[in-house]
C-alpha cells in the first residue's frame, strides 16, 4: 500500500508544480496592475523623484511585467522570495516566523471542527424522524450563515468580555515569554518544560481556533447525516441488522466507514478555506501569524511579502488536500484498486 500511496503523492505534486506556477503568475501580475507605488510609499516625504527612481531601478519596477517575473520566479528557486519594502527585512524570515502561528492556528481549528462535526452528523442522523430533528437542523443551519470574523467577534463579546472566562489577543500573557526553539510556541514549550506556558497558550488559542472551527462544523454535520442516510438502506447494513448486530454498531461500525467517504472530501476542501480564513482572525485577535503579516503587508503595499504569503498559502491549501486523498485512500480500499 505504502507503493500506492507514494505513486499518488508524486501524481498531485506533478499537478501542483503547474497549478503553483499559474498562481504565482496570477499573483504578480494582478499586484502590478495595482495603482498605488510601493516605492514612494516607502520613501521618506523629503525624497526626490531622483531619489524614487534610483530605487525603483535598483528593485527592478521598471522593467516588463514577465521580465520582473522571470526575475522573481528564479529568485524563489533559489530560495530567495525577496526583502519586504516596509520591514526591511527577507521575506522568507518574515513568513518563516510567522507560518508556525497561523499552522497551530489552523491545525487546532481543524480538529474542533472535526471533533464537534463528526458527532454532531451523528446524532443529527439519530435524531431523524423525530421533532427535536427540525430545531437541531434550523441551529446548524443558523451556524452555517454566521460567517468566521461574526463567530470570533461573538465569542469574544460572550468568552472574553461578558463572562471573562478566556483571553483574546495574542497567544501569551505580556508578561510570558518562551525561548523560541522550532517556532511553534506549544512544542516550545513542552521542550522547555514550561507547562504554565502550555496552558496558557492553549487558553490563548480556544477562542480564534472555535471561529475558525464553527465555520465548518455545520457543514460536515449535514453532509455526514445525508451520507449515513444514503448508506443505512444497503445491503451489507441489512445484513448486519438481521444477524442482530446493535443499532449503534451498525451505524458506527458499518454505515459510518462510507458514510465518511464524501465527507472526508468535504473536509479536505473545507480545511483549504480554514487555513485562507485566519486571516480575519488572526486580526481580530491581534494573533502574529502569516495573516497579520499579510495584513500589515497589503497596509504598506509591500510586494514581496504579499507574493510570498500568497503562496505560501497557495501552497497550503495543495498540501492539506494532498493529505486528505491520501486518508481517503487508506480509508477507501476499492479506490486503491481502481488506481
Given at each position: 500500500?505504502?507503493g500506492?500511496?507514494?505513486?499518488i503523492?508524486?501524481?498531485?505534486?506533478?499537478?501542483?508544480?503547474?497549478?503553483?506556477?499559474?498562481?504565482?503568475?496570477?499573483?504578480?501580475?494582478?499586484?502590478?496592475?495595482?495603482?498605488?507605488?510601493?516605492?514612494?510609499?516607502s520613501?521618506?516625504?523629503?525624497?526626490?523623484?531622483?531619489?524614487?527612481?534610483?530605487?525603483?531601478?535598483?528593485?527592478?519596477l521598471?522593467?516588463?511585467?514577465?521580465?520582473?517575473?522571470?526575475?522573481w520566479?528564479?529568485?524563489?528557486?533559489?530560495?530567495d522570495?525577496?526583502?519586504?519594502?516596509?520591514?526591511?527585512?527577507?521575506?522568507?524570515?518574515?513568513i518563516?516566523?510567522?507560518?508556525?502561528?497561523?499552522?497551530?492556528?489552523?491545525a487546532?481549528?481543524?480538529?474542533?471542527?472535526?471533533?464537534i462535526?463528526?458527532?454532531?452528523?451523528?446524532?443529527?442522523?439519530r435524531?431523524?424522524?423525530?421533532?427535536?430533528?427540525?430545531?437541531?437542523?434550523?441551529?446548524?443551519?443558523?451556524?452555517?450563515?454566521?460567517?468566521?470574523?461574526?463567530w470570533a467577534?461573538?465569542?469574544?463579546?460572550v468568552?472574553?468580555v461578558?463572562?471573562?472566562?478566556?483571553?483574546f489577543?495574542?497567544?501569551?500573557?505580556?508578561?510570558?515569554?518562551?525561548?523560541k526553539?522550532?517556532?511553534?510556541l506549544?512544542?516550545?514549550?513542552?521542550?522547555?518544560?514550561?507547562?504554565t506556558a502550555?496552558l496558557?497558550?492553549?487558553?490563548?488559542?480556544?477562542?480564534p481556533?472555535?471561529?475558525?472551527?464553527?465555520?465548518?462544523?455545520?457543514?460536515?454535520?449535514?453532509?455526514?447525516?445525508?451520507?449515513?442516510?444514503?448508506?443505512?438502506?444497503?445491503?451489507?447494513v441489512?445484513?448486519?441488522?438481521?444477524?442482530?448486530?446493535?443499532?449503534?454498531?451498525?451505524v458506527n461500525?458499518?454505515?459510518?466507514?462510507?458514510?465518511?467517504l464524501?465527507?472526508?472530501?468535504?473536509?479536505?476542501?473545507?480545511?483549504?478555506?480554514?487555513?485562507?480564513?485566519?486571516?480575519l482572525?488572526?486580526?481580530i485577535y491581534?494573533?502574529?501569524g502569516?495573516g497579520?503579516?499579510?495584513v500589515?503587508?497589503?497596509?504598506?503595499?509591500?510586494?514581496?511579502?504579499?507574493?510570498?504569503?500568497?503562496?505560501?498559502?497557495?501552497?497550503?491549501?495543495?498540501?492539506?488536500?494532498?493529505a486528505?486523498?491520501?486518508?481517503?485512500?487508506?480509508?477507501?480500499?476499492k479506490l486503491?484498486?481502481?488506481?
Amino acid at each position: 500500500m505504502s507503493g500506492e500511496i507514494l505513486g499518488i503523492v508524486l501524481r498531485r505534486i506533478a499537478v501542483a508544480i503547474p497549478l503553483m506556477l499559474l498562481v504565482s503568475i496570477l499573483v504578480f501580475i494582478v499586484l502590478r496592475l495595482i495603482p498605488a507605488d510601493p516605492v514612494a510609499m516607502s520613501m521618506p516625504p523629503n525624497a526626490t523623484n531622483e531619489d524614487i527612481e534610483a530605487l525603483r531601478r535598483e528593485m527592478g519596477l521598471h522593467l516588463p511585467v514577465m521580465h520582473q517575473y522571470a526575475i522573481w520566479l528564479g529568485h524563489i528557486l533559489e530560495g530567495d522570495l525577496g526583502r519586504s519594502i516596509a520591514f526591511g527585512q527577507p521575506v522568507f524570515k518574515l513568513i518563516g516566523q510567522s507560518l508556525p502561528a497561523t499552522i497551530e492556528l489552523a491545525a487546532f481549528g481543524a480538529l474542533f471542527a472535526t471533533a464537534i462535526g463528526l458527532p454532531g452528523g451523528i446524532l443529527l442522523f439519530r435524531l431523524r424522524g423525530r421533532p427535536s430533528e427540525q430545531a437541531v437542523d434550523v441551529g446548524s443551519t443558523l451556524m452555517m450563515s454566521i460567517p468566521e470574523f461574526l463567530w470570533a467577534l461573538f465569542l469574544i463579546l460572550v468568552f472574553g468580555v461578558a463572562f471573562n472566562l478566556l483571553p483574546f489577543a495574542g497567544r501569551l500573557p505580556p508578561d510570558m515569554t518562551i525561548p523560541k526553539v522550532t517556532g511553534f510556541l506549544l512544542l516550545d514549550c513542552l521542550l522547555t518544560g514550561d507547562f504554565t506556558a502550555f496552558l496558557e497558550a492553549i487558553r490563548h488559542m480556544l477562542l480564534p481556533a472555535l471561529a475558525l472551527a464553527l465555520g465548518t462544523v455545520p457543514l460536515i454535520m449535514r453532509l455526514l447525516r445525508s451520507s449515513l442516510l444514503d448508506v443505512i438502506g444497503e445491503d451489507y447494513v441489512t445484513m448486519a441488522r438481521l444477524r442482530g448486530v446493535p443499532e449503534r454498531r451498525v451505524v458506527n461500525r458499518h454505515a459510518l466507514r462510507n458514510a465518511l467517504l464524501p465527507t472526508l472530501s468535504l473536509m479536505g476542501v473545507q480545511f483549504g478555506f480554514l487555513f485562507g480564513g485566519t486571516l480575519l482572525v488572526e486580526v481580530i485577535y491581534s494573533y502574529p501569524g502569516l495573516g497579520n503579516l499579510m495584513v500589515e503587508a497589503v497596509r504598506n503595499t509591500d510586494l514581496p511579502i504579499i507574493q510570498g504569503a500568497a503562496l505560501v498559502f497557495a501552497l497550503a491549501v495543495l498540501t492539506i488536500n494532498l493529505a486528505v486523498d491520501v486518508v481517503y485512500i487508506v480509508v477507501n480500499p476499492k479506490l486503491r484498486r481502481a488506481r
